[in-house]
């Protein structure tokens, strides 16, 4: 089973209105945390916001926003006042804390691609 | 903070050659370091970390390898490339080790193997 689903393969948005990114995970291990990379065009992939399991206050990062809703497991990207250049992909990821790995892994989704219309 | 140097942009190889990427970071010390592969359209997958010098971690058997010689330099190697080798590759460093550890990447390499 993915770890990380992004059911959302492109999505349009206007310039300066708000645009949410979904995102559900799979986990049982109690203690995890869940990212939100862009990648432009150009290819480098830029850390935008930062959620953890036992959070309880959903994070915010100027104009972005995670949605965290624990319980059905999904953690939505929000753009608020979308600007042309928020066009990119955009990924989530999930880490666990209890992942057998000596190193905290990321486990990625296979990314939106967001085209925001002027 | 931190910079992911990464070289070259681009790449393009026969079957059959030798590969060498070289990742260098500068403004932290002792970090976890990672080496991504990304194919076209889809997401990231983990080839390899480090938490340390000589200290390498393979998740995806292949024909690539790693090596950490110093610090902050991380070093993706291959004897023959294959076809499935092409890709994106992404040099990621973490560092602020923990669950929260948010990782800060190399603008990548596309490699093309032809």
């Known amino acids: 089973a993915q770890k990380i689903t992004q059911t959302q393969p492109g999505m349009f948005v206007q310039e300066k209105e708000a645009v949410t990114l979904d995102c559900t995970y799979d986990?049982?291990?109690?203690?995890?945390?869940l990212f939100w990379y862009k990648q432009p065009s150009s290819g480098e992939m830029i850390f935008l916001i930062y959620?953890?399991?036992?959070?309880?206050q959903n994070a915010t990062e100027g104009r972005y926003s995670l949605n965290f809703q624990k319980a059905r497991k999904s953690a939505n990207l929000v753009i608020s006042a979308s600007q042309l250049g928020d066009s990119a992909m955009y990924f989530c990821?999930?880490?666990?804390?209890?992942?057998?790995?000596?190193?905290?892994?990321?486990?990625f989704g296979k990314g939106t691609k967001l085209s925001v219309i002027p | 903070s931190q910079t992911i140097h990464q070289w070259p942009a681009t790449l393009v190889q026969p079957v059959g050659s030798p590969l060498s990427l070289e990742c260098t970071v500068e403004?932290?010390?002792?970090?976890?370091l990672y080496w991504y592969r990304q194919a076209a359209g889809r997401g990231l997958q983990l080839l390899f970390y480090?938490?340390?010098?000589?200290?390498i971690s393979s998740e995806v058997p292949q024909n690539l390898s790693a090596s950490r010689p110093q610090d902050r330099q991380f070093i993706l190697s291959s004897k023959k490339l294959l076809l499935s080798d092409s890709g994106f590759y992404l040099c990621?460093?973490?560092?602020?080790?923990?669950?929260?550890?948010?990782?800060?990447f190399g603008s990548g390499t596309q490699l093309s193997v032809l």
């Open positions: 959620q953890g399991s036992y959070d309880q």
């Open positions: 990821a999930m880490r666990e804390a209890y992942s057998g790995a000596g190193s905290y892994q990321l486990t």
């Open positions: 480090s938490v340390g010098i000589g200290q």
């Open positions: 990621a460093c973490a560092p602020d080790r923990g669950l929260g550890e948010k990782l800060f």
């Open positions: 403004g932290t010390s002792n970090p976890n």
């Open positions: 986990t049982s291990d109690p203690s995890y945390g």
